[in-house]
């Protein structure tokens, strides 16, 4: 849950349950392949300032407010592949994303640290 709502994302849809003022995850905000704008200051994006990702592929460069996600994502070189059609992310507040504002629980096939991630 994300601030007691499901994010349901489809790649195929763009779709998400999220409504504003707390994250927008619709066209043309896409995940694939597409540039992904997060200010966020209007609360947009799933994570905050300062997440670089650690300089893999999955980039989230917040001074220019935008993040790229084009799988195969690597998180600290584990392998975290998307798989919208058939999976869902839920965000949990209030816990932290490497010290960001927002936390992660995803299932599986996504990975952190070769576990389920579990951020706090």
Do not use: N
Not at 29 to 44: G, I, N, S, V, Y
């Amino acid at each position: 849950m994300h601030h007691g709502t499901a994010i349901l994302a489809s790649l195929d849809h763009h779709a998400c349950t999220i409504e504003p003022p707390f994250c927008i995850m619709e066209q043309p905000f896409l995940h694939r392949k597409t540039a992904m704008l997060a200010p966020w200051d209007r609360h947009t994006c799933l994570m905050g300032p300062p997440c670089l990702h650690h300089g893999t592929t999955m980039h989230a460069l917040w001074d220019r407010h935008t993040c790229i996600m084009e799988p195969p994502c690597l998180h600290h070189g584990t392998i975290m592949l998307v798989s919208w059609d058939r999976h869902a992310c839920i965000m949990r507040p209030p816990c932290l994303h490497h010290e960001t504002a927002i936390y992660c629980f995803m299932g599986p096939p996504y990975l952190h640290h070769e576990t389920t991630m579990l951020a706090s």
